[in-house]
Nanobody, 126 residues
Framework: QVQLIESGGGLVQAGGSLRLSCAAS????????MAWFRQAPGKEREFVAS????????WYADSVKGRFTISRDNAKNTADLQMSSLKVEDTAAYYC???????????????????WGQGTQVTVSS
């Protein structure tokens, strides 16, 4: 079992920055990759960014490339999402996911991940 707790959400003006953090506990040595997804009201949960635990290789959705940066700290079992140049359309609940193994799916797919946190709200005002 892996438990994930997100933190760092809040209210920010457009153009501002925010840093989210995801802390993993439990069987963290089994984690293969971690990711951030988001879900706006009335919309499906969508991929934001992912990072492989061992290599640190990141992957981003086109909508956040150049604005968001995902990083991981294996010693602390955390995966952070630094968000800059925030837009109103970035407003959503942000969820952290953890995958325990490589599987024949893109890391941008929901089903790639085995565990999810409860989410943290990010609201960007105009």
């Amino acid at each position: 079992q892996v438990q994930l707790i997100e933190s760092g959400g809040g209210l920010v003006q457009a153009g501002g920055s925010l840093r989210l953090s995801c802390a993993a506990s439990g069987r963290t040595n089994n984690i293969y990759a971690m990711a951030w997804f988001r879900q706006a009201p009335g919309k499906e949960r969508e991929f934001v960014a992912s990072i492989a635990r061992n290599t640190g290789v990141p992957w981003y959705a086109d909508s956040v490339k150049g604005r968001f940066t995902i990083s991981r700290d294996n010693a602390k079992n955390t995966a952070d999402l630094q968000m800059s140049s925030l837009k109103v359309e970035d407003t959503a609940a942000y969820y952290c996911g953890a995958a325990l193994s490589l599987r024949p799916l893109s890391s941008s797919h929901l089903d790639f991940y085995d565990y999810w946190g409860q989410g943290t709200q990010v609201t960007v005002s105009s």
